[in-house]
């Protein structure tokens, strides 16, 4: 297959159906919606949601079912995204190379932009009119999942411990791994569960894509922190070596951009494995698994 | 019946909860999950989700079987009160008489603890060991409106045209309309028409409680600003004539004290006339509506 295509017209299919579930700007008040339109097409490569869609497809299930899924997924990730980059956290002026929220629409803005795009991704999940094809029983597991995995004890808690380990000298491979797990894998996890559920995977299906996901949710942050090394500035979209220059919590700074490699490319294999069983709907997860670690940005 | 003594029951009830519910503070990381804590334990009457429990009771539902809703309102209202105390929003040091979160734990560790109370309040909404006596597609129901109610069309909406009307000179009753039936009428109507929806209640029952909380909804905000005007310091735990010395945008700033006044009292007479058809079962809803225009904290 060809992944690139397939990533391409998928992408191009989430953006769409991002345009059509967010709040129009015509809607009052203008200024919120302007702002959650502005971070969630600032040109984000659609990883969750893509994966939720292939996983969906993996098991044999209809994509546009998991449609709303796959964007609800997204809008937490730019939620996530905008909070991040407020001055009292990371204080960042640009992301993927734009001015970041908080420089183009206030401080005050960018708070409520990323709490109205958290509230959005459960009021999509819990639509009566976009989920007729999902049992309410399954929906319901999906959002607890989604919930759970966004929060204190997943992405939010991923987020606090990066933040408290900033800057300090000792950082150790456990508290490394806890902070990937958490702030970026654990949605990356959910987003090929709730794919599986949504797609009406069985419980094998849906215990083996979840496997795959927790393995590529770490390769996935394993690879940007190499990124973050040997990328040039323009690929990345974000001043390279920023990790290192901030005193990061990174698997390169524990274990070596060797080992760091090695590493990545052991999960990549675990979670091929993973998906074994499965026959060739499976193929666009299997090539984004082996995607992530040759990416370039 | 005893009003004070129900109100009281209630509080305890729901504090107990909301005890049994939070992530415990020996869950790492402990910061966030103190965080939480601290804000949603820092003396709050409950109104949200005791009008919640009330509802269910009033349509001849169990009010164990709403108490995760229940608990999930004040965790959304407690978010909301975080984040709208921050410098880059309302800029408040204090909340009922106690140092607000970012005082506490800083700017950063508030906005998560804000962003984990709301995530929180849907995983509890859709935690399927909490939910046995729900049917799941009203369940489904009861987040679908929570969120809305929440979103950037209901409560973060009305807090957004707050700030932009702050210190405007001239704004009018629209407007001032707008802000409180968003910012604080939106969450108080959820919480009457999901206790109805939870309590089992039929489609007649239920607008019936929503249109007691539409009214009801705005008649507290209005009562707000008129102890904002008439109240103590020490009565209402903040800065008495604080949203004069503001220029916020409230009821007595645009039609005067005396007719924001008949306007409470005509709302409450709208909100008991909602429920004619109900017996002695609302009374507690009765009740409360009475309370609202009297109360002097």
Do not use: W
């Amino acid at each position: 297959m060809d992944l690139k295509s397939y990533l391409k017209d998928m992408q191009e299919l989430v953006d769409k159906y991002l345009d059509k579930y967010l709040p129009d700007t015509s809607e009052l008040p203008r200024s919120i919606h302007e702002s959650m339109r502005y971070s969630v097409f600032a040109g984000g490569k659609r990883v969750r949601p893509i994966l939720l869609l292939a996983a969906c497809e993996a098991v044999g299930g209809e994509i546009r079912t998991a449609m709303p899924a796959a964007c609800a997924m997204e809008m937490i990730h730019t939620y996530s995204l905008i909070h991040d980059d407020l001055p009292a956290m990371d204080n960042d002026d640009f992301r993927r190379g734009k001015p970041t929220n908080h420089k183009v629409f206030g401080e005050a803005c960018a708070i409520l932009a990323g709490d109205a795009l958290l509230t959005e991704a459960f009021i999509l999940l819990s639509n009566p009119d976009l989920s007729k094809g999902i049992p309410p029983a399954t929906l319901l597991e999906v959002i607890h999942e989604i919930g759970v995995c966004a929060g204190s004890r997943g992405m939010i808690g991923g987020q606090v411990v990066d933040m408290e380990s900033e800057g300090r000298k000792e950082i150790d491979l456990a508290t490394v791994q806890y902070i990937h797990t958490h702030k970026t894998g654990a949605l990356i996890k959910a987003a090929l569960k709730c794919g599986a559920l949504i797609g009406g995977g069985d419980a094998g299906m849906v215990n083996a894509v979840t496997r795959y996901g927790e393995a590529v949710g770490l390769a996935f942050q394993i690879a940007d922190d190499i990124l973050d090394i040997e990328g040039t500035t323009e690929q990345i979209g974000k001043d390279a070596g920023s990790d290192q220059a901030r005193g990061k919590a990174t698997y390169p700074a524990v274990m070596g951009l060797a080992e760091s490699k090695r590493r990545a490319s052991e999960l990549v294999d675990v979670a091929i494995e993973a998906l074994a069983g499965f026959g060739e709907k499976a193929d666009p997860l299997r090539e984004i698994a082996y995607y992530i670690v040759k990416r370039k940005s």
